[in-house]
């Protein structure tokens, strides 16, 4: 919180001491949810989103807690978006391989590739819930609140999950 | 191997890679790991896992930091100036007005022309029956025949108006138009039924 006043108190270089303490968490988290293009543009605008409504952050959870949910919320509405695009406009071949392409560029060692298809088989709630816990370390309270459930629901979305990579990579 | 069963430990694998446990509880989980294969094979997993995101790209937090409106941009709607507030509710209120005024007059228009049609309707009615050449029989007649009184003033020129109005001479045209002058704009009441019978091949 004495970032945050001292930025709403005109020090711009308080801003670029929350950024810097969270950016990196939080382009995890979008690359573990599953995104693979526009991560740092994400970021960005989960920052921009942020401060715009830092006045609504009461302290009631931590910084990071907040800003997780911000980003989970700005990927949803990617993800309708991506939706509607692809109801509308068909998918080329040629995207499949660039995308492909990209990814093999960003996965260098052949474990990450491992643990990137063993989250894939994650559904979408197991992955956040999962990555939120082991990536990140947050507690189950504080991953309720990021993915809108319970504690009880997330400690049971984690136990399903690790069941399954830990199966996923014994099989690999 | 044998699946552990302690989930207190299993839950606390997480935070102890996190390095978020106290150290009684760290000390806890160590002792359990030393005999659990499966706790171990667990967080084997979990350390695979958290390694594996080094993937995510990474930020530049410059950029990121220009994109942010300096704090005194952002004005949130509770702290608008008290005399936006009033001039946004006059604006407000000066629309309602608008709004239902109109709506009410033109209302009301529907509702005079509709019983302006309803009034005419029986006019209409009445006027197909009688021919205007001929002469309307005398007012006492109507009230003999039906033993009603009318409750309006009888107007025989009025009665011939939707019917030939060439056959009228121009004398005749001037007291129609004098007869009508003298009309009210609206009738009182429903028209009385009487002035159909008049026609005697009706009811």
């Keep these: 919180m004495e970032l945050i006043n001292r930025w709403r108190a005109g020090d711009g270089r308080a801003a670029t001491r929350l950024v810097g303490r969270h950016s990196q968490a939080l382009a995890r988290f979008a690359a573990s949810a599953g995104e693979r293009d526009g991560i740092e543009e994400l970021v960005q605008d989960t920052f921009v989103r942020a401060f715009a409504s830092l006045d609504s952050f009461r302290g009631a959870s931590t910084l990071r807690t907040w800003l997780f949910t911000i980003e989970r919320r700005l990927m949803l509405d990617r993800r309708r978006a991506e939706r509607r695009s692809r109801e509308t406009v068909p998918v080329e071949e040629s995207d499949h391989v660039s995308e492909y392409g990209a990814l093999d560029g960003l996965i260098a060692e052949e474990a990450q590739e491992r643990v990137r298809k063993s989250l894939d088989a994650l559904s979408p709630t197991q992955r956040e819930v999962f990555t939120l816990r082991v990536q990140q370390g947050l507690s189950y309270k504080e991953i309720a609140e990021v993915v809108g459930s319970t504690e009880g629901a997330a400690r049971v979305h984690y136990h399903n999950a690790i069941k399954t990579v830990k199966e996923f990579l014994k099989d690999e | ?203």
Excluded at chain 2, 4 to 28: N, T, V
Excluded at chain 2, 52 to 71: M, N
Excluded at chain 2, 128 to 150: C, H, I, L, N
Excluded at chain 2, 177 to 194: H, I, K, Q, R, Y
Aim: hydrophobic share 40%; aromatic share 2%; net charge negative.
């Design chain 2, 1 to 203: 191997m044998n699946k552990c069963i302690d989930s207190d430990i299993q839950e606390m694998l997480p935070d102890l890679l996190h390095r978020a446990l106290a150290d009684g509880e760290r000390q806890r989980v160590q002792a359990h790991l030393a005999t659990c294969e499966s706790c171990q094979e667990d967080l084997e997993v979990l350390r695979t896992v958290k390694s594996a995101a080094v993937f995510a790209p990474s930020i530049d937090v410059d950029s990121v930091v220009r994109q942010i409106p300096p704090y005194r941009t952002i004005v949130p709607a509770t702290e608008r100036p008290a005399r936006t507030r009033v001039v946004s509710w006059l604006v407000a209120a000066s629309l309602a007005v608008v709004v239902l005024g109109g709506g009410s007059i033109l209302l009301q228009s529907n509702g005079s022309l509709a019983s302006r049609a309803r009034s005419q309707q029986p006019a209409l009615r009445i006027a197909k029956v009688p021919d205007a050449t001929k002469p309307s029989p005398p007012e006492s007649v109507a009230r003999s025949k039906t033993g009603m009184q009318p409750s309006i003033p009888a107007h025989p020129q009025a009665l011939a108006l939707a019917a030939d109005a060439d056959g009228l001479s121009d004398g005749s045209l001037v007291q129609l138009m004098n007869d009508m002058d003298g009309f009210d704009a609206l009738p009182a009441s429903e028209p009385d039924p009487v002035i159909s019978v008049d026609s005697g091949d009706s009811l």
